[in-house]
């Protein structure tokens, strides 16, 4: 089955600089691959997604690549504010079957 | 207010009492699925639904079974719960094709003593 793997597992970074998290996979049939955020106590909410046949999307501070070939995505994100330290999951689908990673806990430090 | 709703938030039961963790949602979705979260090992699928009276195995099943005899409900049960099952459960849908996101419930605490 698929397998998801997130690295790093935890991640500081100061106020204003960038963030990345990368993940890799090894079903080539996954199609679609979402980035979740949970904040503590709360519930995963999703951030961005890409799907299969685009290569990066864009959403403000925030954005996604993907490499089908190497078989791996990454989240970037730019000007790093408090509010975004929080837990950041990766996951690949190929339907509705979703397989996650671990987690990667983002600290942004003022 | 287009939600997810589980029941109960916290549960602490025995070893071998059979439990029952509603799910219900309200934004007509095709698809339901339940999660188990563990430190350091992120989500994990257990089952999911496609419609009413479809279901299939996640990752994780073993010890779990699930129902779906309306659209709008997807409980999942344990039968005979051991202590390897304490966890937080997340409930969660989506409307499918090309609108994947996953809306997720506010979760479920359990402990088996």
């Known amino acids: 089955g698929e397998n998801v793997e997130q690295h790093p597992s935890t991640l500081s970074v100061q106020e204003g600089d960038s963030a990345v998290i990368k993940c890799t996979y090894s079903?080539?049939?996954?199609?679609?691959f979402p980035w979740y955020k949970q904040e503590l106590g709360k519930r995963p909410q999703l951030i961005i997604d890409?799907?299969?046949?685009?290569g990066e999307k864009k959403d403000q501070r925030i954005a996604v690549t993907l490499n089908k070939t190497a078989k791996h995505f990454s989240l970037h994100i730019t000007e790093t504010q408090p509010e975004d330290s929080a837990v950041y999951f990766c996951?690949?689908?190929?339907?509705?079957?979703?397989?996650f990673g671990p987690g990667t806990r983002l600290s942004v430090l003022p | 207010e287009a939600q997810v709703t589980q029941n109960p938030r916290y549960l602490i039961t025995v070893t071998g009492k059979k439990l029952t963790v509603t799910c219900s949602q309200n934004?007509?979705?095709?698809?339901m699925s339940w999660y188990r979260q563990d430190p350091g090992l992120g989500l994990r699928q257990i089952y999911y639904?496609?419609?009413?009276?479809?279901?299939d195995k996640g990752d994780v099943p073993e010890g779990y079974k699930v129902s779906r005899k309306e659209k709008r409900n997807f409980p999942l049960i344990l039968e005979s719960p051991s202590p390897n099952q304490t966890s937080l459960y997340f409930c969660a849908s989506n409307l499918g094709g090309a609108y994947n996101e996953q809306f997720f419930g506010p979760g479920t605490r359990l402990t088996v003593l």
């Open positions: 639904s496609m419609n009413v009276e479809v279901t």
């Open positions: 079903d080539s049939a996954s199609n679609y």
């Open positions: 890409i799907r299969s046949n685009v």
């Open positions: 934004m007509n979705h095709e698809y």
């Open positions: 996951a690949a689908s190929k339907g509705q079957n979703f397989v």
